[in-house]
Protein backbone atom coordinates (compact mmCIF):
# COMPACT_ATOMS: atom_id res chain seq x y z
CA UNK A 1 0.00 0.00 0.00
CA UNK A 2 1.74 3.17 -1.29
CA UNK A 3 1.63 7.00 0.72
CA UNK A 4 -1.10 8.14 -2.04
CA UNK A 5 -3.42 5.68 -1.39
CA UNK A 6 -3.33 6.21 2.84
CA UNK A 7 -3.42 9.82 2.21
CA UNK A 8 -6.51 9.25 0.20
CA UNK A 9 -8.25 7.22 3.02
CA UNK A 10 -7.42 9.89 5.37
CA UNK A 11 -9.04 12.29 2.99
CA UNK A 12 -12.14 10.34 2.63
CA UNK A 13 -12.50 9.74 6.34
CA UNK A 14 -12.21 13.30 7.11
CA UNK A 15 -14.76 14.33 4.66
CA UNK A 16 -16.79 11.62 5.76
CA UNK A 17 -16.47 12.97 9.19
CA UNK A 18 -17.23 16.60 8.27
CA UNK A 19 -20.49 15.46 6.78
CA UNK A 20 -21.63 13.78 9.51
CA UNK A 21 -20.45 16.64 12.19
CA UNK A 22 -22.47 18.92 9.33
CA UNK A 23 -25.38 16.94 9.26
CA UNK A 24 -25.97 16.41 13.14
CA UNK A 25 -25.65 20.15 13.67
CA UNK A 26 -28.48 20.98 10.82
CA UNK A 27 -30.68 18.39 12.30
CA UNK A 28 -30.10 19.63 16.23
CA UNK A 29 -30.77 23.17 14.80
CA UNK A 30 -34.10 22.41 13.25
CA UNK A 31 -35.64 20.54 16.42
CA UNK A 32 -34.66 24.01 18.34
CA UNK A 33 -36.32 25.91 15.47
CA UNK A 34 -39.54 23.97 16.03
CA UNK A 35 -39.02 24.12 19.82
CA UNK A 36 -41.72 26.58 21.62
CA UNK A 37 -40.17 29.29 23.84
CA UNK A 38 -42.64 28.80 26.70
CA UNK A 39 -42.10 31.99 28.87
CA UNK A 40 -43.74 31.61 32.36
CA UNK A 41 -45.69 34.54 33.82
CA UNK A 42 -44.11 36.21 36.97
CA UNK A 43 -44.85 34.55 39.80
CA UNK A 44 -44.97 30.95 38.53
CA UNK A 45 -41.28 30.55 37.58
CA UNK A 46 -40.69 28.13 40.71
CA UNK A 47 -42.98 25.79 40.21
CA UNK A 48 -42.59 22.07 38.29
CA UNK A 49 -43.28 21.28 34.61
CA UNK A 50 -44.69 17.81 33.75
CA UNK A 51 -43.93 17.72 30.04
CA UNK A 52 -43.50 14.20 28.70
CA UNK A 53 -40.26 13.38 26.75
CA UNK A 54 -42.11 12.31 23.70
CA UNK A 55 -44.67 15.17 23.75
CA UNK A 56 -42.06 18.31 23.43
CA UNK A 57 -43.50 21.14 22.77
CA UNK A 58 -43.80 22.88 19.73
CA UNK A 59 -45.60 25.45 18.04
CA UNK A 60 -46.95 23.78 15.42
CA UNK A 61 -48.74 21.16 17.92
CA UNK A 62 -49.69 24.04 19.83
CA UNK A 63 -51.46 25.81 16.78
CA UNK A 64 -52.56 22.43 15.96
CA UNK A 65 -53.99 21.80 19.61
CA UNK A 66 -55.94 25.38 20.28
CA UNK A 67 -57.43 24.44 16.73
CA UNK A 68 -59.01 21.22 17.81
CA UNK A 69 -59.85 22.21 21.55
CA UNK A 70 -62.40 24.79 19.75
CA UNK A 71 -63.24 22.31 17.43
CA UNK A 72 -66.85 21.32 17.94
CA UNK A 73 -66.74 17.67 15.68
CA UNK A 74 -64.70 16.28 18.26
CA UNK A 75 -68.88 15.60 19.92
CA UNK A 76 -70.98 12.77 18.39
CA UNK A 77 -73.28 15.77 17.28
CA UNK A 78 -71.07 18.36 16.53
CA UNK A 79 -72.27 20.48 19.13
CA UNK A 80 -69.71 20.67 21.82
CA UNK A 81 -66.08 21.68 22.20
CA UNK A 82 -63.77 21.53 24.82
CA UNK A 83 -64.53 25.21 25.14
CA UNK A 84 -67.99 24.88 25.29
CA UNK A 85 -67.25 23.88 28.91
CA UNK A 86 -63.73 25.33 28.88
CA UNK A 87 -64.60 28.61 27.97
CA UNK A 88 -61.89 31.60 27.48
CA UNK A 89 -63.84 34.51 28.74
CA UNK A 90 -64.95 32.68 31.87
CA UNK A 91 -61.44 31.66 32.98
CA UNK A 92 -61.55 28.19 31.30
CA UNK A 93 -64.67 27.24 33.25
CA UNK A 94 -68.25 27.32 32.33
CA UNK A 95 -69.62 29.80 34.92
CA UNK A 96 -72.27 26.85 36.23
CA UNK A 97 -72.85 24.68 38.82
CA UNK A 98 -72.28 21.30 36.98
CA UNK A 99 -71.24 20.77 33.56
CA UNK A 100 -73.76 20.48 30.78
CA UNK A 101 -72.73 18.39 27.93
CA UNK A 102 -74.40 17.42 24.23
CA UNK A 103 -78.58 17.49 24.14
CA UNK A 104 -78.06 19.73 27.75
CA UNK A 105 -77.27 16.55 29.61
CA UNK A 106 -75.65 17.35 33.19
CA UNK A 107 -72.71 15.27 34.42
CA UNK A 108 -72.41 15.10 38.43
CA UNK A 109 -69.53 17.92 38.97
CA UNK A 110 -67.99 21.44 38.01
CA UNK A 111 -66.01 22.01 35.32
CA UNK A 112 -62.78 23.55 37.03
CA UNK A 113 -60.33 26.17 35.25
CA UNK A 114 -58.02 24.46 33.25
CA UNK A 115 -55.01 26.75 34.12
CA UNK A 116 -51.49 26.30 35.23
CA UNK A 117 -52.22 22.41 34.02
CA UNK A 118 -48.59 22.20 33.13
CA UNK A 119 -47.55 21.95 36.74
CA UNK A 120 -49.80 18.86 38.06
CA UNK A 121 -49.21 15.60 37.08
CA UNK A 122 -52.48 14.13 37.88
CA UNK A 123 -55.60 15.75 36.43
CA UNK A 124 -59.42 15.43 37.20
CA UNK A 125 -60.81 16.41 40.78
CA UNK A 126 -60.64 12.73 41.88
CA UNK A 127 -56.94 12.65 40.53
CA UNK A 128 -57.90 9.90 37.54
CA UNK A 129 -55.62 10.73 35.18
CA UNK A 130 -52.09 10.37 35.10
CA UNK A 131 -51.28 12.49 32.74
CA UNK A 132 -52.77 16.12 30.13
CA UNK A 133 -52.51 13.53 27.17
CA UNK A 134 -54.46 10.39 28.89
CA UNK A 135 -57.33 13.13 30.28
CA UNK A 136 -58.13 14.18 26.51
CA UNK A 137 -59.87 11.26 25.66
CA UNK A 138 -62.24 11.29 29.03
CA UNK A 139 -64.76 14.08 27.37
CA UNK A 140 -64.70 12.51 23.98
CA UNK A 141 -66.09 9.72 24.99
CA UNK A 142 -67.71 10.34 28.21
CA UNK A 143 -71.66 9.97 27.27
CA UNK A 144 -72.72 13.11 28.31
CA UNK A 145 -70.02 15.46 27.43
CA UNK A 146 -69.28 14.52 23.46
CA UNK A 147 -69.96 10.98 23.64
CA UNK A 148 -67.94 10.61 20.47
CA UNK A 149 -66.66 6.78 19.66
CA UNK A 150 -62.63 7.59 19.19
CA UNK A 151 -62.71 5.94 15.55
CA UNK A 152 -65.60 8.10 14.70
CA UNK A 153 -63.32 11.42 15.71
CA UNK A 154 -60.65 9.93 13.82
CA UNK A 155 -62.84 9.23 10.63
CA UNK A 156 -64.34 12.96 10.63
CA UNK A 157 -61.09 14.87 11.46
CA UNK A 158 -59.52 12.86 8.56
CA UNK A 159 -61.94 14.15 5.96
CA UNK A 160 -61.20 17.13 6.50
CA UNK A 161 -58.00 17.92 4.23
CA UNK A 162 -56.33 20.84 6.46
CA UNK A 163 -56.17 19.05 10.04
CA UNK A 164 -55.32 15.82 7.79
CA UNK A 165 -51.78 18.11 6.74
CA UNK A 166 -51.51 19.40 10.15
CA UNK A 167 -51.12 15.72 11.29
CA UNK A 168 -48.72 14.68 8.60
CA UNK A 169 -46.60 17.50 8.60
CA UNK A 170 -46.12 17.21 12.57
CA UNK A 171 -47.09 13.50 13.60
CA UNK A 172 -45.77 12.04 9.90
CA UNK A 173 -49.28 9.92 9.58
CA UNK A 174 -53.14 10.93 8.85
CA UNK A 175 -55.01 11.95 12.11
CA UNK A 176 -54.26 9.77 15.07
CA UNK A 177 -55.75 9.43 18.67
CA UNK A 178 -52.12 8.96 20.01
CA UNK A 179 -51.77 13.04 18.23
CA UNK A 180 -55.09 14.38 18.55
CA UNK A 181 -53.79 13.62 22.65
CA UNK A 182 -50.63 15.33 22.16
CA UNK A 183 -51.91 18.13 20.21
CA UNK A 184 -54.64 19.09 22.98
CA UNK A 185 -52.53 18.47 25.79
CA UNK A 186 -49.53 21.08 24.11
CA UNK A 187 -51.86 23.30 23.49
CA UNK A 188 -53.23 23.29 27.70
CA UNK A 189 -49.73 23.23 28.97
CA UNK A 190 -48.84 26.97 27.70
CA UNK A 191 -52.82 28.17 29.37
CA UNK A 192 -50.79 30.01 32.43
CA UNK A 193 -52.23 32.15 34.73
CA UNK A 194 -49.83 34.81 36.82
CA UNK A 195 -48.45 37.83 36.67
CA UNK A 196 -51.12 38.89 39.29
CA UNK A 197 -51.26 41.76 41.82
CA UNK A 198 -50.13 39.26 44.26
CA UNK A 199 -47.61 37.88 41.69
CA UNK A 200 -46.06 42.11 41.46
CA UNK A 201 -46.33 42.76 45.23
CA UNK A 202 -44.59 39.61 45.93
CA UNK A 203 -41.80 41.01 43.32
CA UNK A 204 -41.19 43.75 45.32
CA UNK A 205 -44.16 46.50 44.37
CA UNK A 206 -45.37 47.40 47.70
CA UNK A 207 -47.99 48.69 45.96
CA UNK A 208 -49.70 46.17 43.57
CA UNK A 209 -51.97 45.05 47.12
CA UNK A 210 -54.49 46.79 48.85
CA UNK A 211 -53.78 46.34 52.94
CA UNK A 212 -56.95 44.72 53.02
CA UNK A 213 -55.45 41.85 50.45
CA UNK A 214 -52.34 42.25 52.52
CA UNK A 215 -53.65 41.05 55.92
CA UNK A 216 -55.41 39.04 54.20
CA UNK A 217 -52.59 37.06 53.11
CA UNK A 218 -50.93 37.07 56.68
CA UNK A 219 -54.56 35.36 57.95
CA UNK A 220 -54.14 33.00 55.07
CA UNK A 221 -50.93 31.46 56.21
CA UNK A 222 -51.70 32.22 59.77
CA UNK A 223 -51.66 29.36 61.96
CA UNK A 224 -55.30 30.61 63.29
CA UNK A 225 -56.79 29.77 59.67
CA UNK A 226 -53.94 27.96 57.80
CA UNK A 227 -55.47 28.03 54.43
CA UNK A 228 -51.66 27.54 53.36
CA UNK A 229 -51.30 24.10 54.60
CA UNK A 230 -53.17 22.38 51.78
CA UNK A 231 -53.02 25.61 49.34
CA UNK A 232 -49.55 25.97 49.19
CA UNK A 233 -46.59 27.31 47.12
CA UNK A 234 -47.15 29.49 44.32
CA UNK A 235 -49.88 27.47 42.32
CA UNK A 236 -51.71 27.85 45.58
CA UNK A 237 -52.04 23.73 45.82
CA UNK A 238 -50.38 20.76 47.54
CA UNK A 239 -51.52 18.17 44.42
CA UNK A 240 -52.92 16.50 46.85
CA UNK A 241 -56.52 15.15 48.17
CA UNK A 242 -58.62 16.07 50.95
CA UNK A 243 -61.95 15.77 52.59
CA UNK A 244 -63.28 19.56 53.72
CA UNK A 245 -66.69 17.87 53.86
CA UNK A 246 -68.24 19.10 50.21
CA UNK A 247 -71.29 17.45 49.56
CA UNK A 248 -70.79 14.88 52.43
CA UNK A 249 -74.54 15.78 53.75
CA UNK A 250 -76.07 14.69 50.50
CA UNK A 251 -77.95 11.59 50.31
CA UNK A 252 -75.32 9.99 47.96
CA UNK A 253 -72.52 12.03 48.13
CA UNK A 254 -69.56 11.71 45.82
CA UNK A 255 -67.12 9.97 47.43
CA UNK A 256 -64.47 11.49 45.01
CA UNK A 257 -61.02 10.17 45.29
CA UNK A 258 -61.95 6.75 47.38
CA UNK A 259 -64.02 5.42 43.81
CA UNK A 260 -60.56 5.77 42.27
CA UNK A 261 -58.54 3.72 44.81
CA UNK A 262 -61.04 2.35 47.68
CA UNK A 263 -58.88 2.78 50.21
CA UNK A 264 -60.88 4.08 53.16
CA UNK A 265 -58.57 7.36 53.82
CA UNK A 266 -59.49 8.67 50.74
CA UNK A 267 -63.22 8.80 51.21
CA UNK A 268 -64.49 12.13 50.32
CA UNK A 269 -61.26 13.70 49.45
CA UNK A 270 -60.75 15.98 46.62
CA UNK A 271 -57.95 17.59 44.66
CA UNK A 272 -57.16 20.26 46.29
CA UNK A 273 -57.78 23.49 43.22
CA UNK A 274 -55.43 25.71 42.31
CA UNK A 275 -56.44 29.51 43.53
CA UNK A 276 -55.10 31.09 40.53
CA UNK A 277 -57.82 33.39 38.89
CA UNK A 278 -60.24 31.98 41.08
CA UNK A 279 -62.10 35.56 41.48
CA UNK A 280 -63.02 34.63 37.73
CA UNK A 281 -64.69 31.21 38.08
CA UNK A 282 -67.44 30.68 40.70
CA UNK A 283 -69.64 28.62 41.41
CA UNK A 284 -67.03 26.79 43.64
CA UNK A 285 -66.52 23.11 44.84
CA UNK A 286 -66.48 19.85 43.14
CA UNK A 287 -70.08 19.56 42.66
CA UNK A 288 -70.35 23.70 42.33
CA UNK A 289 -72.23 23.89 45.43
CA UNK A 290 -70.77 27.38 46.66
CA UNK A 291 -71.89 30.71 44.13
CA UNK A 292 -69.46 33.01 45.88
CA UNK A 293 -66.10 33.82 47.44
CA UNK A 294 -68.09 34.74 50.78
CA UNK A 295 -69.78 31.48 50.20
CA UNK A 296 -66.76 29.89 50.33
CA UNK A 297 -65.54 31.91 53.22
CA UNK A 298 -68.29 31.12 55.07
CA UNK A 299 -67.95 27.50 54.74
CA UNK A 300 -64.48 27.34 56.00
CA UNK A 301 -65.61 29.78 58.99
CA UNK A 302 -68.17 27.05 60.15
CA UNK A 303 -65.64 24.11 59.81
CA UNK A 304 -66.66 22.60 56.79
CA UNK A 305 -69.21 20.26 56.63
CA UNK A 306 -68.90 17.34 59.51
CA UNK A 307 -68.42 13.87 57.74
CA UNK A 308 -66.12 10.62 59.78
CA UNK A 309 -63.15 11.44 57.39
CA UNK A 310 -63.15 14.99 57.42
CA UNK A 311 -59.79 16.32 57.54
CA UNK A 312 -57.97 17.66 60.78
CA UNK A 313 -56.76 20.23 59.46
CA UNK A 314 -60.59 22.01 58.56
CA UNK A 315 -61.83 23.34 61.55
CA UNK A 316 -63.88 26.80 62.82
CA UNK A 317 -62.10 29.84 62.90
CA UNK A 318 -64.18 32.43 63.93
CA UNK A 319 -63.65 34.99 61.62
CA UNK A 320 -64.74 38.76 62.02
CA UNK A 321 -66.65 40.35 59.44
CA UNK A 322 -63.47 42.37 58.42
CA UNK A 323 -61.13 39.07 58.39
CA UNK A 324 -63.50 37.75 56.03
CA UNK A 325 -63.56 40.20 53.57
CA UNK A 326 -59.49 40.56 53.93
CA UNK A 327 -59.25 37.25 52.79
CA UNK A 328 -61.72 37.39 49.56
CA UNK A 329 -59.12 40.58 48.69
CA UNK A 330 -56.25 38.11 49.08
CA UNK A 331 -57.97 35.98 46.85
CA UNK A 332 -59.01 38.71 44.46
CA UNK A 333 -55.66 39.60 43.59
CA UNK A 334 -54.71 36.30 42.14
CA UNK A 335 -56.37 37.14 39.55
CA UNK A 336 -54.07 36.99 36.47
CA UNK A 337 -54.22 38.11 33.12
CA UNK A 338 -56.24 35.54 30.45
CA UNK A 339 -54.12 33.46 28.75
CA UNK A 340 -55.53 33.72 25.89
CA UNK A 341 -55.95 37.84 25.27
CA UNK A 342 -54.54 39.37 22.17
CA UNK A 343 -51.41 41.37 22.93
CA UNK A 344 -50.53 37.90 25.02
CA UNK A 345 -50.96 35.43 22.14
CA UNK A 346 -48.76 37.76 19.75
CA UNK A 347 -45.93 37.62 22.41
CA UNK A 348 -46.37 33.48 22.36
CA UNK A 349 -45.66 33.59 19.22
CA UNK A 350 -48.35 31.19 17.59
CA UNK A 351 -50.82 33.78 16.17
C1 LIG B 1 -69.45 18.93 29.03
C2 LIG B 1 -68.45 19.80 29.57
C3 LIG B 1 -67.00 19.46 29.31
C4 LIG B 1 -66.38 19.25 28.10
C5 LIG B 1 -67.00 19.23 26.72
C6 LIG B 1 -64.97 19.08 28.40
N1 LIG B 1 -64.74 19.18 29.74
FE1 LIG B 1 -62.96 19.12 30.66
N2 LIG B 1 -63.88 18.96 32.43
C7 LIG B 1 -65.24 19.04 32.65
C8 LIG B 1 -65.56 18.62 34.00
C9 LIG B 1 -66.93 18.55 34.63
C10 LIG B 1 -64.33 18.26 34.60
C11 LIG B 1 -64.13 17.69 36.00
C12 LIG B 1 -64.46 16.21 35.93
C13 LIG B 1 -63.92 15.43 37.10
O1 LIG B 1 -62.99 15.87 37.76
O2 LIG B 1 -64.41 14.32 37.32
C14 LIG B 1 -63.30 18.51 33.60
C15 LIG B 1 -61.94 18.36 33.82
C16 LIG B 1 -60.95 18.66 32.89
C17 LIG B 1 -59.54 18.72 33.17
C18 LIG B 1 -58.87 18.49 34.53
C19 LIG B 1 -58.62 19.79 35.22
C20 LIG B 1 -58.12 19.66 36.63
O3 LIG B 1 -57.87 20.70 37.26
O4 LIG B 1 -57.97 18.55 37.15
C21 LIG B 1 -58.91 19.05 32.00
C22 LIG B 1 -57.42 19.24 31.78
C23 LIG B 1 -59.94 19.16 30.98
N3 LIG B 1 -61.17 18.95 31.57
C24 LIG B 1 -59.73 19.41 29.64
C25 LIG B 1 -60.70 19.19 28.66
C26 LIG B 1 -60.44 19.03 27.24
C27 LIG B 1 -59.06 19.07 26.60
C28 LIG B 1 -61.64 18.85 26.62
C29 LIG B 1 -61.91 18.57 25.16
C30 LIG B 1 -61.31 17.37 24.62
C31 LIG B 1 -62.66 18.92 27.66
N4 LIG B 1 -62.05 19.10 28.87
C32 LIG B 1 -64.01 18.85 27.43
C33 LIG B 1 -66.17 19.45 31.71
C34 LIG B 1 -65.95 19.38 30.34
C1 LIG C 1 -57.44 20.46 54.27
C2 LIG C 1 -56.98 21.16 53.09
C3 LIG C 1 -57.59 22.52 52.80
C4 LIG C 1 -57.60 23.66 53.59
C5 LIG C 1 -57.03 23.81 54.99
C6 LIG C 1 -58.24 24.68 52.81
N1 LIG C 1 -58.63 24.18 51.60
FE1 LIG C 1 -59.64 25.20 50.17
N2 LIG C 1 -59.91 23.47 49.13
C7 LIG C 1 -59.40 22.24 49.48
C8 LIG C 1 -60.01 21.22 48.67
C9 LIG C 1 -59.72 19.72 48.73
C10 LIG C 1 -60.95 21.88 47.85
C11 LIG C 1 -61.95 21.20 46.89
C12 LIG C 1 -63.05 20.65 47.76
C13 LIG C 1 -64.19 19.99 47.03
O1 LIG C 1 -64.63 20.50 46.00
O2 LIG C 1 -64.69 18.96 47.52
C14 LIG C 1 -60.83 23.29 48.15
C15 LIG C 1 -61.56 24.30 47.50
C16 LIG C 1 -61.38 25.66 47.73
C17 LIG C 1 -61.94 26.71 46.93
C18 LIG C 1 -62.80 26.51 45.67
C19 LIG C 1 -61.93 26.29 44.47
C20 LIG C 1 -62.66 25.97 43.20
O3 LIG C 1 -62.03 26.07 42.13
O4 LIG C 1 -63.82 25.60 43.24
C21 LIG C 1 -61.54 27.89 47.47
C22 LIG C 1 -61.87 29.27 46.96
C23 LIG C 1 -60.75 27.57 48.64
N3 LIG C 1 -60.66 26.21 48.75
C24 LIG C 1 -60.18 28.52 49.50
C25 LIG C 1 -59.65 28.18 50.74
C26 LIG C 1 -59.39 29.13 51.80
C27 LIG C 1 -59.60 30.62 51.72
C28 LIG C 1 -58.93 28.41 52.87
C29 LIG C 1 -58.63 28.91 54.26
C30 LIG C 1 -59.72 29.55 54.94
C31 LIG C 1 -58.90 27.01 52.47
N4 LIG C 1 -59.33 26.92 51.18
C32 LIG C 1 -58.45 25.98 53.26
C33 LIG C 1 -58.46 22.01 50.47
C34 LIG C 1 -58.25 22.87 51.55
Known amino acids: MGSKHISKNIFQLLTF ?38 NPLTIEKIKLGRKLFFDERLSVDGTVSCATCHNPLLGFADGRSVAV ?28 AQSLE ?17 ENVVKT ?41 FDKYMAGDKKALSESARNGFLLFKSEKVNCITCHKGTNFTDELFH ?40 PYMHNGSLRSLSEVIDFYNRGGIRNDNLSIHIKPLNLTEEEKENLIEFMRSLTGENPLSAGKNQSLGIN
Open 134 to 150: EQVLEPIENTIEMNNPL
Open 17 to 54: LLLSILMISCNKSSERAELFDLRIPLGLDSLTMFIPED
Open 243 to 282: NSGVGMDLEKPDLGRFVETKNDTDYGRFKTPTLRDIARTS
Open 101 to 128: GIEGLEGPRSTPAIINRLFSQVQFWDGR
Open 157 to 197: LNADESIRNDFQKIFGTDVTVEGLQKAIASFERILLSGESS
